[in-house]
């Protein structure tokens, strides 16, 4: 069965500095993919996707991520990061029949 | 895009009772799905509700646990029964369209069973 590996449980940033937040995923075949966050009291909402074309995807709030075929990776980057970045962000992948969630990575960001 | 709606957002229920949990789109959509997220875990899809057709359920979830309703393209129900302690967790409910499975998550029900 495929899985999804976030491997950062936590992560504790200044604002300005970079981020990225790694996804690894075991399905080989196509996939859809996305990152999803869950700020503080509030649902799940999509933060961005990618489906086919440009490996490099731009999301909202200024959030990127590249699909890098031959590593099954989909890593979630920002350049600079913002207090109100602190949040729980899951990267998921679609395969065949089903939807699969990594376990999070919650961001912290320190004014 | 979907907005979704869930009720209750949470609840206290009683060991060996049942609960429903509604949730409702504000358009039409293909699928319809229920996960549970349980406290500092990630999301474990239950089934996907099928309009006019019994729900597929994952691995590990089965009808007589979570029957699940779909009566029309914006509405589905998921009951809890028999309630334990180990089902105390958030449900979500989340819709999409198309193939692409890009899902629209509902606020959640947290359901604490003591």
């Known amino acids: 069965a495929q899985s999804v590996s976030q491997h950062n449980h936590h992560v504790i940033l200044s604002e300005a500095a970079s981020l990225e937040l790694g996804c690894n995923y075991s399905?080989?075949?196509?996939?859809?993919l996305f990152w999803y966050v869950q700020y503080p009291g509030q649902h799940l909402q999509l933060l961005l996707k990618?489906?086919?074309?440009?490996?490099l995807v731009k999301g909202i709030k200024g959030f990127e991520a590249e699909f890098i075929k031959s590593k099954f990776s989909f890593n979630l980057r920002k350049p600079s990061v913002q207090w109100s970045d602190t949040a729980e962000y899951f990267c998921?992948?679609?395969?065949?029949?089903?939807?699969?969630f990594g376990a999070g990575t919650r961001l912290t960001v320190k004014p | 895009s979907a907005v979704i709606s869930q009720k209750p957002s949470r609840d206290i229920c009683q060991r060996g009772t049942s609960l429903t949990i509604q949730c409702q789109v504000d358009?039409?959509?293909?699928?319809m799905f229920w996960y549970r997220q349980q406290p500092g875990q990630s999301l474990t899809l239950i089934a996907t509700?099928?309009?006019?057709?019994?729900?597929?359920?994952e691995s590990g979830f089965v009808i007589d646990k979570f029957p699940i309703s779909r009566p029309n393209l914006t509405f589905s129900t998921l009951t809890v029964s028999n309630m334990s302690p180990e089902d105390s967790s958030i449900y979500l409910c989340?819709?999409?369209?198309?193939?692409?499975?890009?899902?629209?998550f509902g606020p959640g029900t947290r359901l604490t069973v003591t």
């Open positions: 509700a099928n309009q006019g057709s019994e729900a597929t359920y």
């Open positions: 989340s819709a999409g369209t198309g193939e692409s499975y890009e899902q629209y």
């Open positions: 358009s039409q959509v293909t699928m």
């Open positions: 990618y489906f086919s074309g440009d490996p």
């Open positions: 399905y080989g075949g196509t996939v859809n």
């Open positions: 998921a992948v679609k395969g065949l029949n089903d939807m699969r």
